[in-house]
């Protein structure tokens, strides 16, 4: 936990995301493998950040990347600081630059409300 209260000033506004290779605990299908990765994941929690995609869509399945087997995981993650979450406005998958083969990943799309004094 970030105990530095300049350093906590300094996340308040804070959107991380990209490719991170980790998977939400509850990830289905479960890949046990990823199981001494999912404390990275929950430190985001724990530092009072929001998966922006969970934010909105608490229950759904959703694959980011696929292996060669087709097998799905969820790789790429949008987490916004929690006094951002009252301006998220969506958050989702875009498939298509993984299927039409640009990338081996889909894009993901945030949508905030703006401007704000946050």
């Not at 105990?3 to 991380?16: Q, R, V």
């Not at 605990?25 to 999912?38: G, Q, R, T, V, W």
């Not at 087709?70 to 969506?90: A, C, P, Q, T, W």
């Not at 083969?101 to 004094?117: C, F, K, N, Q, V």
Request: aromatic share 20%; hydrophobic share 35%.
């Amino acid at each position: 936990m970030i105990s530095d209260e300049n350093l906590k000033k300094k996340f308040g506004n804070w959107i991380i995301l990209g490719d991170m290779n980790i998977l939400e605990p509850n990830h289905l299908p479960y890949y046990p493998l990823y199981k001494d990765y999912e404390f990275f994941y929950e430190s985001f929690g724990r530092q009072k950040f929001v998966d922006a995609f969970r934010f909105f869509h608490p229950d759904e399945k959703e694959y980011s990347w696929f292996s060669r087997e087709n097998n799905g995981y969820r790789f790429d993650h949008i987490f916004v600081s929690e006094k951002m979450s009252k301006i998220l406005k969506d958050c989702f998958y875009i498939h298509d630059v993984r299927l039409e083969r640009l990338s081996d990943h889909s894009a993901m799309y945030l949508e905030i409300s703006g401007p704000t004094g946050i």
